[in-house]
T-cell receptor
Framework: KNQVEQSPQSLIILEGKNCTLQCNYTVSPFSNLRWYKQDTGRGPVSLTIMTFSENTKSNGRYTATLDADTKQSSLHITASQLSDSASYIC????????????FGAGTRLFVKA | EAQVTQNPRYLITVTGKKLTVTCSQNMNHEYMSWYRQDPGLGLRQIYYSMNVEVTDKGDVPEGYKVSRKEKRNFPLILESPSPNQTSLYFCASASYKGPNGKNIQYFGAGTRLSVL
């Protein structure tokens, strides 16, 4: 069964600290993996996207890694800011004649002053 | 401005009263998709469309219909809404770049639906 599992469910950190969010997936055949940021009440916004051959991708203070062998990804946030408070969603796409998109339940990040 | 527009943003209706949620994108994207988001669960795909007149079921298609008569529009139809369809709905679109391409999806602002 295609699944995407994220950990932790929620995380509280102090402003300026770093954090790492985890994503494990059992999606096949793998097409790409994306990390999205979703502010409360808004649609998700893409942060990074990686295909099978890529193992790291950065977008400012966000760095995503992908290990396609172990089917794991992580999102590292450096020098967190209050505006980083949001849900971070790992999304994996499978292509088998048509696209299936499987979302993780997300990690809710709270950045405190 | 490139965007995905959903209407309405909020909707309260009663069981059994047919409704349509519209979705329109101005980016000439081939791919469009509908998702629902419920507390504690990830977004779940309802239906998607790879191009005009091409639609396919996602993971939770029961109770929903879609159509793709034009490239820019992808309405979601609930013929007989039920309370378990109370949810937050998102429409998304993407430029299709092949099975190994980076198909970044752009999301609408969401439609919050309550079925009483």
């Amino acid at each position: 069964k295609n699944q995407v599992e994220q950990s932790p469910q929620s995380l509280i950190i102090l402003e300026g600290k770093n954090c790492t969010l985890q994503c494990n997936y059992t999606v096949s055949p793998f097409s790409n993996l994306r990390w999205y940021k979703q502010d409360t009440g808004r649609g998700p916004v893409s942060l990074t996207i990686m295909t099978f051959s890529e193992n790291t991708k950065s977008n400012g203070r966000y760095t995503a890694t992908l290990d396609a062998d172990t089917k794991q990804s992580s999102l590292h946030i450096t020098a967190s800011q209050l505006s980083d408070s949001a849900s971070y969603i790992c999304v994996v796409s499978a292509y088998n004649g048509g696209f299936k998109t499987i979302f993780g339940a997300g990690t809710r990040l709270f950045v405190k002053a | 401005e490139a965007q995905v527009t959903q209407n309405p943003r909020y909707l309260i209706t009663v069981t059994g009263k047919k409704l349509t949620v519209t979705c329109s994108q101005n980016m000439n994207h081939e791919y469009m998709s509908w998702y629902r988001q419920d507390p504690g669960l990830g977004l779940r795909q309802i239906y998607y469309s790879m191009n005009v007149e091409v639609t396919d079921k996602g993971d939770v298609p029961e109770g929903y219909k879609v159509s793709r008569k034009e490239k820019r529009n992808f309405p979601l139809i609930l013929e007989s809404p039920s309370p378990n369809q109370t949810s937050l709905y998102f429409c998304a679109s993407a430029s299709y770049k092949g099975p190994n391409g980076k198909n970044i999806q752009y999301f609408g602002a969401g439609t919050r639906l309550s079925v009483l």
